[in-house]
């Protein structure tokens, strides 16, 4: 049977921006109106790439970020970060990129830099909002950061939120377990020929934690 990894993956951004509910859309398909959901912190969701398993282990803030007074544990060990802004709150990019990615690299280690996603949440409201943020402009920003192409999603109606993860796993994957030795990883190499299975939420977890090696990454400046 395949090996079993957890990776930790912590999501950041600003209040409101949607990060509770990308969590709760993800792991257990849920969506809420309510504004001040309850913080979740450490759910799992298992996944298999290419016949290893893996569980994500999503780290949500529990409120701090209104006091951007996030502490060194939630980022210790984080295999994986989402950074979150709206996309019909300018706000809460200017905020990612002045205050959220500076803080995780602050907490990061530079010869370990881990991947990085910029994810712009609530898509679904780009028609009635007036000052939205454009894609583009966030590709500007990730390019500049040679990071990924950002991703839009939306919690609310499930838009992009399993490919996020999917790419995130994808990445994790080739990092950490691609041509590692371990049952049935047959060598493949291009990004196309991941495949993923779905397991159900599970309450907990299980597998070793796999360290950080060839972290040759997104080459993130602290200016
Ligand atoms: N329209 C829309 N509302 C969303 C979306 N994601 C979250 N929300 C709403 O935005 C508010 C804040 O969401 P929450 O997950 O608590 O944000 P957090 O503070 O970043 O964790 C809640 O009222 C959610 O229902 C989305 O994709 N579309
Ligand atoms: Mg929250």
């Known amino acids: 049977m395949a090996e079993q990894t957890k990776f930790k993956i912590v999501l950041l951004g600003d209040k409101d921006v949607g990060k509770t509910s990308i969590i709760l859309r993800y792991s257990l398909n849920e969506f809420s109106e309510r504004t001040s959901l309850t913080p979740i912190s450490e759910q799992y969701k298992k996944l298999s790439v290419n016949g290893r398993q893996m569980v994500l282990e999503l780290w949500d803030t529990a409120g701090q970020e209104r006091f951007k007074s996030l502490e060194t544990h939630f980022f210790r060990e984080a295999d994986a970060a989402i950074l979150v802004y709206s996309v019909e709150e300018r706000e809460s990019f200017h905020s990612l990129t002045s205050y959220w990615m500076k803080e995780l690299i602050r907490y990061v280690h530079d010869d370990d830099m881990l991947p990085i996603l910029v994810v712009g949440n609530k898509s679904d409201l ?48 080739r990092r950490h377990l691609h041509n590692k030795p371990a049952g049935d990883v047959s060598g493949q190499s291009s990004r196309e020929k991941v495949s993923f299975e779905d397991s159900p939420p599970s309450p907990c977890c299980g597998g070793p934690k796999v360290k950080s090696d060839s972290m040759a990454a997104a080459n993130v400046s602290k200016n």
């Not at 950002?150 to 994957?173: D, R």
């Open 126 to 173: 780009y028609e009635e909002a007036s000052e939205t943020v454009s894609l583009a402009e966030v590709t500007e920003y990730t390019n500049a950061y040679e990071l990924p192409p950002p991703i839009e999603t939306s919690a609310k109606t499930n838009h992009n939120i399993q490919k996020l993860f999917n790419l995130v796993a994808t990445e994790l994957y």
